[in-house]
């Protein structure tokens, strides 16, 4: 799936003064203070998140029990929640406030067009259309021989059937894209 | 103005109150797998747990929730949840909607104004 290059974890995080958090850091490391931190309220503020996150840190590093089971996992997953929290759609669930993560919602897509024999789900790209209702983009690879036409009908009403019966979305248009061929060994 | 709670500890206090209320009611609600904390509610989980040994006292499991009762005529909160997709998204949400604005009411006596958000789907979901 392509990146927004202002996604990428290398991103440096700007303050409103035209520093970045990353300066505030380097500048905490080395220990010096310099004339704009010692005014800067943006910067100030940035020090003192910075300054309690060591401090949190600390007390973890200090903590001597043992690191709990399944941490790595428990990790990954809060990275993940919050990675697919990127973008949402909302849910036709008025007055409820409900929305759902782009991300998870075009796994879903792409577990059911895999469902299809000799159809593989690629990328996924889902936009609202209007309220309640999806336009769909996806890239699949074929099996050869495999009926293509066919199967990808089947691979379209299962994504329909998912949007409908696991979401509570319509599914407004959905394109298909074939970017690979594959035969059976 | 309740100005018991609008500062310091006290405000913490009420904060997890409200939020274990919160999380006690999202959980409840038949389709959702589990809450989901991102890394700043983990790192809040963990913080929690190391004060649970130290001290030996219980501090509920409210990852996935965030209350917000900095303003004294209402309580917001963001509840994530992990939703099975054995059930359907958007009546497991709504419920979710419903029962967190009720545990929130009764817990703070204001209004409430609640976002759920579903940050994942249990493709193979077992409810615990």
Same mark, same amino acid.
């Given at each position: 799936m392509e990146m927004n290059p202002d996604d990428t974890v290398t991103a440096l995080h700007p303050l409103p003064c035209g520093r970045t958090v990353e300066d505030v850091w380097d500048e905490l490391e080395s220990g010096e203070l310099s004339a704009h931190r010692a005014d800067c309220p943006h910067c100030r503020t940035a020090q003192a998140g910075l300054e309690q996150l060591t401090e949190a840190t600390q007390l973890l590093i200090d903590d #001597? &029990?043992? &690191? #709990?089971?399944?941490l790595l996992d428990r990790i990954m997953t809060a990275v993940r929640a919050d990675l697919n929290l990127g973008r949402t759609i909302p849910l036709p669930t008025e007055p409820a406030e409900v929305e759902v993560s782009v991300h998870a919602l075009a796994a879903v897509l792409r577990y059911a067009v895999d469902g299809t024999t000799g159809v593989r789900a690629r990328q996924c790209r889902i936009e609202l259309s209007e309220p309640g209702s999806v336009k769909v983009w996806m890239s699949v690879a074929l099996e050869f021989g495999a009926g293509q036409v066919g199967a990808l009908d089947e691979a379209r009403q299962r994504v329909a059937l998912a949007l409908r019966g696991q979401i509570g979305l319509e599914l407004d248009t959905l394109d298909f894209e074939v970017v690979d061929v594959w035969t059976r060994p | 103005m309740d100005a018991a709670v609008t500062t310091g500890p006290a405000r913490e206090v009420a904060q997890l109150e409200a939020a274990d209320a919160a999380a006690q009611a999202a959980r409840a609600v038949g389709g959702v797998v589990r809450l989901q904390p991102g890394i700043k509610g983990l790192l809040r989980q963990f913080g929690a747990q190391a004060w649970q040994r130290a001290t030996g006292r219980d501090v509920p499991d409210v990852a996935g929730v965030e209350v917000d009762l900095s303003s004294s005529d209402q309580v917001r909160a963001e509840v994530r949840i992990v939703v099975g997709v054995d059930h359907l998204a958007t009546e497991v949400g709504r419920k979710v909607h419903e029962a967190v604005v009720a545990a929130l009411e009764a817990a703070t006596g204001r209004p409430a104004a609640v976002q759920i958000r579903i940050?994942?789907?249990?493709?193979e979901p077992r409810y615990s």
């Open positions: #001597p &029990v043992e &690191v #709990p089971s399944g | 940050v994942e789907f249990d493709l």
